[in-house]
């Protein structure tokens, strides 16, 4: 086995880092993620896309994730069409954004060669 790790090693290991993320890095993952999904229509068609977006069990949230990441609407817009606090909409995106992000990452780390 190189380095030590089976496939659920590295699952665990992947969430266990994606749980300890500093903000800097969740934003970086939430600028790739606007960049990806408004820019490309096959991205958000991928059945790994639609996956991870059934991984965000409150459809409230989920409508926001699209809104936001596919639909190009930004924060101030969303609140006032939800007739939400911003920082009602900041926080139900960012939790909608690691739920969809721990199953989008996974969904690649199957498509890793198994490690010997």
Not at 11 to 36: C, G, P
Not at 57 to 76: N, P
């Amino acid at each position: 086995m190189a380095y030590g790790l089976t496939r659920e090693d590295r699952k665990q290991l992947m969430f266990y880092n994606a749980e300890h993320l500093t903000s800097q890095e969740w934003r970086i993952i939430r600028s790739v993620f606007r960049k990806l999904f408004r820019n490309s229509k096959k991205a958000t068609q991928a059945k790994e896309f639609k996956r991870a977006l059934d991984n965000i069990k409150d459809c409230e949230r989920r409508d926001i994730f699209i809104k936001y990441y596919v639909e190009k609407q930004g924060i101030v817009k969303l609140s006032m069409d939800k007739h939400y606090d911003e920082s009602v909409v900041r926080s139900r995106l960012r939790k909608a954004t690691r739920e969809f992000a721990f199953v989008y990452f996974d969904n690649f780390t199957r498509l890793l060669p198994p490690i010997e």
